[in-house]
């Protein structure tokens, strides 16, 4: 996988829905993310590369890689650690932990989740009135 697809893969599974909210993070164009995901396309230079790695919640090295740093013989998945003191600046560390949770689950799981929270905000809703 190329460090273009790491990006977009990376981007999409924080719920970064669009180039622009990346971009917004990292202080770039929405241009300059566009052209970070095309396969073939440019990647973060090094004077961005840590900035884009702080804030998609990754090492730099993963990014650059696909190496999460596992030693020869160890059987690690080469995939981003959760690093909660990593929120984006927009976005408290428990919500981001609550976001990096989320999209570890599977498709039927995140469903159970979403309809278990819709449950608890009717009935939060319910107990205020109606109002809440």
């Known amino acids: 996988m190329s460090i273009n697809q790491r990006i977009r893969d990376r981007r999409i599974a924080l719920g970064l829905s669009s180039h622009k909210a990346l971009a917004d993070l990292v202080g770039v164009s929405w241009q300059t993310v566009q052209l970070w995901e095309k396969e073939g396309g440019t990647a973060p230079n090094r004077s961005r590369i840590d900035k884009v790695a702080e804030v998609l919640g990754v090492t730099t090295s993963w990014l650059q890689t696909g190496d999460d740093g596992a030693q ?24 981001y932990r609550l976001l990096e ?15 278990y929270i819709e ?8 107990a205020a009135g109606g109002n809440g």
């Open 72 to 95: 020869a013989g160890q059987r690690r998945p080469a995939k981003p650690e959760a690093t909660r003191a990593k929120a984006p600046g927009w976005m408290d560390a428990e919500a």
């Open 101 to 115: 949770l989320y999209f570890s689950l599977n498709e039927r799981k995140r469903g159970d989740v979403f309809r």
């Open 119 to 126: 449950g608890l905000q009717s009935e939060s809703s319910a």
